[in-house]
T-cell receptor, first 115, second 112 residues
């Protein structure tokens, strides 16, 4: 069964360092997302991406965050200068079905710990 | 602000009982409603989607939607200890793009 894959599963970094989280969405999906979940809190929308550009971003997704799809398969989330409060699980998701009623399928997540 | 509300629980039920999980949402324009299951430390796993008023059954799971009341529920029949998890309600929001907004989840504990 096709799945969304994410790497790394866990990354520990020092505050101020750059981090890149990688995702390989399901191959025939066209609409991609990043969500994050701080420990004990809700799953929060960060950004949606379609046709090689950002469709929508949340207030959380400030100038420290960026996304790109550099090679047609990988979908990356970059945090330029990490802060302690960026510690969270980051989930990549891709959309199946119509673009107004489709279902999101999530990867296993990347746990980011900022020290 | 568009919200999805759930009781955080925990909801504790004995094995074999029916577990009833509830969710309300604020955006009347929402068209798509989902239930995800999330085990501790794991990613959300889609278990049900529902788009029309009424009931939708899939195995031991039944999703119920009432758009007039802006209410979605999930019933789990014959609850098993393996059903113990956090259940997330997610609702689509059509702002500038299609996305899902999640509730904070209800923790379900099924006692053997």
């Amino acid at each position: 069964e096709p799945e969304v894959t994410q790497t790394p599963s866990h990354q520990v970094t020092q505050m101020g360092q750059e981090v890149i989280l990688r995702c390989v969405p399901i191959s025939n999906h066209l609409y991609f997302y990043w969500y994050r979940q701080i420990l004990g809190q809700k799953v929060e929308f960060l950004v949606s991406f379609y046709n090689n550009e950002i469709s929508e971003k949340s207030e959380i997704f400030d100038d420290q965050f960026s996304v790109e799809r550099p090679d047609g398969s990988n979908f990356t989330l970059k945090i330029r200068s990490t802060k302690l409060e960026d510690s969270a699980m980051y989930f990549c998701a891709s959309l199946t079905g119509p673009m107004n009623t489709g279902e999101l399928f999530f990867g296993e997540g990347s746990r980011l710990t900022v020290l | 602000q568009k919200e999805v509300e759930q009781n955080s629980g925990p909801l504790s039920v004995p094995e074999g009982a029916i577990a009833s999980l509830n969710c309300t949402y604020s955006d009347r324009g929402s068209q798509s409603f989902f239930w995800y299951r999330q085990y501790s430390g794991k990613s959300p796993e889609l278990i049900m989607s529902i788009y029309s008023n009424g009931d939708k059954e899939d195995g031991r799971f039944t999703a119920q939607l009432n758009k007039a009341s802006q209410y979605v529920s999930l019933l789990i029949r014959d609850s098993q200890p393996s059903d113990s998890a956090t259940y997330l309600c997610a609702v689509n929001m059509m702002d500038s793009s299609y996305k899902l907004i999640f509730g904070s989840g209800t923790r379900l504990l099924v006692r053997p």
